[in-house]
């Protein structure tokens, strides 16, 4: 039984409260306004919380002995990429963790990590849990969205175009090298290096970009298990299919390099399906495609269309030569 089935068997219920429950980036909660507005006959806009949680476990989403204060970061950054896939404004959150010891050297510069992407995106930390055990880190963080604006994964429509909000394959690239399956070229800058590290290590959730494509884009998705399967969510999600290429999908120079060497599969893996990149999928009606290199160009992301929404159920992903590709799986802890 994979992840996604295991929830859907046995988590997955219909929502009351919600409105949207289980299956997206974020739920979307209504919030509720009493009669206490400040200025007397101007009611603030309806807004929907949007709430999500982030579980990291060393050894698994991180290594042991991992930077603490790139990983505070990291903790709080993939909750803001499930908020910045929905396209709401960062709220608040909690932080509960299990600790092996109280080591002042760990929690200190792990706090600066976690507080510097929290202070840079004004969200502020309300509560949480403490226990002592295996390093795991758990966030809940909440944000507000317009009702009308949230970009759900089950918006695609045929015809939008496919956009990825900057370079993926990296974190994955920076992985495989960890794991021994591959090893940076002799000739690599140093500063190269370091930016494959810092792409798994500190994400940039990309928060500004999902409030800006508010009412421009349609659906959204944070690429956290990879292209493929992320995507994928949308496809199931708006019961369409996609037609995606290759060449067109931004990568790093080195890794886009790698694609003509003996590594082409491993290079191929990692945009196809290399998680932890945390940039967004979003599709878009063809005629927003001149706003959307604005906003892009205006964020200094290096995002580009990548494919196109098509009727049908699937995923076709086509390689320089237009020839057909079959994309290796993406992240799943279950997978059978
Ligand atoms: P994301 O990668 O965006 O964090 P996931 O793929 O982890 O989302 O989860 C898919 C959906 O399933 C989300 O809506 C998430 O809230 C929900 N989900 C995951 N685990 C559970 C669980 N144990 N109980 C209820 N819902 C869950
Ligand atoms: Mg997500």
Not at 47 to 55: E, G, H, L, N, S
Not at 67 to 78: E, T
Not at 246 to 251: R, S, Y
Not at 315 to 327: N, P, S, T, V, W
Request: hydrophobic share 45%.
């Amino acid at each position: 039984m994979g992840e996604f089935d295991l929830i859907d068997t046995y988590f997955r219920r219909p929502a009351k409260r919600a409105a949207l429950g289980i299956g997206d980036d974020c739920a979307l909660i209504p919030m509720q306004f009493g009669s206490t507005s400040s200025v007397a006959g101007e009611l603030p806009a309806a807004q929907f919380w949007a709430t999500t949680t982030d579980m990291l476990v060393e050894g698994r989403h991180f290594f042991a002995g991992a930077d603490p204060y790139r990983l505070g970061w990291k903790c709080l950054a993939v909750n803001l990429s499930d908020l910045a896939a929905i396209g709401a404004e960062p709220h608040h959150f909690s932080l509960a963790f299990a600790l092996p010891e109280a080591d002042p050297a760990w929690l200190k510069p792990f706090s600066q990590g976690l507080f510097a992407l929290a202070d840079a995106h004004d969200i502020e930390l309300i509560g949480g849990d403490t226990t002592a055990g295996p390093r795991t880190i758990c966030i809940t963080a909440t944000g507000l969205v317009p009702p009308a604006l949230a970009l759900k994964r089950s918006a695609a429509k045929a015809g939008d175009d496919i956009w990825i909000s900057d370079e993926i394959g990296g974190a994955a690239l920076q992985l495989f090298t960890r794991w021994g399956r591959t090893q940076f070229s002799a000739a690599i800058p140093a500063a190269q290096i370091e930016h494959f590290l810092v792409r798994m290590e500190q994400p940039q959730p990309r928060v500004a970009l999902g409030i800006a494509l508010r009412g421009i884009a349609h659906a959204a998705i944070d690429i956290s298990d990879g292209l493929s399967g992320d995507l994928g969510h949308i496809l199931k999600a708006s019961k369409c299919g996609a037609e995606v290429r290759l060449a067109q999908i931004p990568a790093h120079p080195y890794l886009r390099g790698l694609l003509a060497t003996p590594e082409r599969n491993l290079a191929v893996e990692c945009l196809l399906s290399g998680g932890d990149d945390y940039e967004l999928i979003f599709t878009a009606p063809p005629s927003a495609r001149g706003q959307i290199e604005k906003i892009l160009a205006g964020l200094g992301l290096a995002g580009a269309c990548i494919g196109k929404i098509v009727a049908g159920d699937q995923l076709k992903i086509f390689d320089e030569d237009g020839k057909r590709l079959i994309a290796p799986k993406s992240f799943d802890h279950f997978a059978p």
